[in-house]
């Protein structure tokens, strides 16, 4: 055979040798010869020995020599995050030559001195392997950073204070406002959850890596609240009353429960929200810094409340009645009454002949309802909203907007004041100049004098407070959804409309160019 191979160290070497009649070389004989002699795991140049075989075939008279197999030995390389934190190392299996051993990985390790966190179960799997491979060989122990202070709060807030629950079919609850949580003395509020320190962690090195400590948080200010006494990281409340639940801390506002105002309770002032369950009958007043919540009628009384005010049967008062509500105001019905909120006023049924002022807006008609304002004088400083105004009996009925009621007030009473000091320094006047003509005493003039100064001062300080009021706003709407009768009047800032017939639902609003009230449609 003119093919031949020879074992030259770590290399197998082929030869042509043109021999007359002889075979022509395949491709199996250098299998075959390197089974024979247990070379199989040599690593082999596959294109050159593909390409000694060209050769032979293109010129089979020439002789020809090449290598076409060696022995490697393995290579080992490792990897070393710059956080010392990971390691990997990537193994080319020894091809016809001692295969890695996991001494020699571990020698690999401890020569970059990694002595924490080695995976004995990876590095079995890595010199196993017959093909090369990279895989993470040491992870270290991260650092636990520390959690910082946390509160969690053990009492819950309604999630819509002060609106009534709107049921799925539509209906509306009122018997549940979801308007407050109120406790008792010492019930848990809040828990106070102290930082954690964390846990430090370690690098391959064995050298420990710091974490971050939790940052310590204290329960922020509270009324009505303190930390218990046997417990430093729970609040507790120190009275009874309604919460508000902040993130580090819960208020306790004091709240007055009561059956009824009347003959049994006197006149009430409370420094906190006021509840009761029945009327606030006639000639009684009721007070509160707070909310005023009455379930049942208020009747002629006077009720004072810098909160909300919700009178959930309605209210009927007369002349000498009066009701304040520093917010919203919310009623079923109003009739005859004096009102006076200084947000916005809610009355989901009918206004009749009443005295009816807000700050903002009044709407009547919301959720159900008639939605009508008939007779008296609803007035509101940006909006009015109902369904129909005034009746079919054409009853007066005055809708205003564009004026704060209250500054509105103010002004009135300023102007009667100022007219009274002005007729009384016309007084004192002719008393002055008859005392002249009389030749009076000089003490007599003095004091006149004196008198017609002071006078004369008050009416300067009066009109500089008139000349402070704001001028009325053209920017209102009075919007009517679907009938307006004779007899309504509207005005919105100094323009006034009156209706003579009976009209279709609108828009009402002041046109700038026409300086007049317009009538568009309706947009809410």
Request: net charge negative; proline share 0%.
């Given at each position: 055979m003119s093919l031949s191979f020879e074992h030259l160290g770590s290399t197998v070497l082929a030869r042509w040798e043109p021999v007359p009649g002889a075979d022509p070389p395949q491709g199996s004989d250098l299998r075959d010869f390197l089974e024979e002699q247990d070379f199989l795991d040599f690593f082999l140049f596959e294109e050159i020995w593909e390409s000694f075989l060209l050769k032979i075939y293109q010129a089979p008279q020439n002789p020809l020599a090449c290598t076409i197999a060696e022995a490697r030995p393995y290579q080992l390389d490792l990897e070393l995050s710059k956080d010392r934190?990971?390691?990997?190392?990537?193994?080319?299996p020894a091809y016809g030559g001692q295969q890695a051993c996991l001494d020699d990985l571990i020698l690999l390790l401890r020569e970059q001195r990694i002595v924490y966190g080695v995976l004995p179960d990876i590095l079995e799997r890595l010199i196993q392997s017959e093909v090369p491979v990279r895989l993470l060989v040491a992870q270290g122990e991260l650092p636990v950073d520390g959690e910082d202070a946390y509160f969690e709060?053990?009492?819950e807030e309604p999630p819509h204070s002060g609106q009534p629950l709107v049921l799925s079919d539509q209906r509306v609850d009122f018997h549940n406002l979801q308007l407050m949580k109120t406790v008792e003395m010492g019930v848990p509020l809040m828990r106070r959850h102290p930082p954690s320190p964390g846990k430090p962690g370690m690098n391959l090195l064995k050298r420990q890596v710091p974490q971050k400590k939790g940052h310590d948080l204290p329960f922020g200010p509270s009324r009505g609240a303190e930390v218990a006494a046997h417990d430093s990281n729970l609040l507790i409340s120190s009275i009874p009353g309604r919460?508000?639940?902040r993130s580090n801390t819960v208020y306790v506002e004091p709240v007055f429960h009561v059956a009824e105002i009347g003959a049994s309770t006197g006149d009430i002032y409370f420094p906190g929200t006021v509840l009761v369950d029945g009327t606030v009958f006639q000639g009684y007043a009721l007070e509160a810094l707070g909310d005023i919540l009455v379930d049942g009628t208020i009747e002629a009384a006077w009720i004072k409340s810098q909160g909300h005010l919700l009178a959930r049967q309605g209210m009927v008062g007369n002349r000498n009645s009066r009701?304040?509500?520093g917010q919203n105001l919310e009623s079923r019905f109003i009739e005859h009454s004096q009102v006076l909120a200084?947000?916005?006023?809610s009355v989901s049924d009918i206004v009749i002949h009443s005295q009816v002022h807000a700050r903002n807006e009044v709407k009547v008609g919301f959720y159900s309802g008639k939605g009508q304002i008939a007779g008296g004088v609803v007035s509101a400083g940006k909006r009015i909203q109902a369904r129909i105004a005034g009746s079919p009996s054409n009853t007066k009925t005055y809708l205003k907007v564009g004026m704060d009621p209250v500054l509105e007030t103010q002004e009135i009473l300023l102007k009667k004041r100022l007219e009274y000091y002005r007729q009384k320094l016309d007084r004192v006047g002719e008393s002055l100049v008859f005392a002249r003509v009389r030749q009076n005493t000089r003490e007599l003039l003095?004091?006149?004098?004196?008198?017609?100064?002071?006078?004369?001062?008050?009416?300067?300080?009066?009109?500089e407070q008139l000349s402070q009021i704001p001028v009325s706003s053209h920017t209102g709407k009075i919007i009517i959804?679907?009938?307006?009768y004779a007899g309504v009047?509207?005005?919105?800032?100094?323009?006034s409309r009156y209706f003579d017939q009976d009209f279709s639902g609108a828009t009402l609003y002041v046109d700038s160019q026409k300086q007049e009230i317009a009538i568009g449609s309706v947009r809410l």
């Open positions: 934190m990971q390691a990997w190392i990537s193994l080319t709060a053990l009492v919460i508000r639940v009701i304040v509500a200084l947000d916005s006023v003095s004091a006149l004098e004196a008198l017609r100064e002071q006078l004369l001062l008050r009416v300067n300080e009066i009109s959804t679907d009938h307006i009047t509207v005005t919105i800032g100094g323009y």
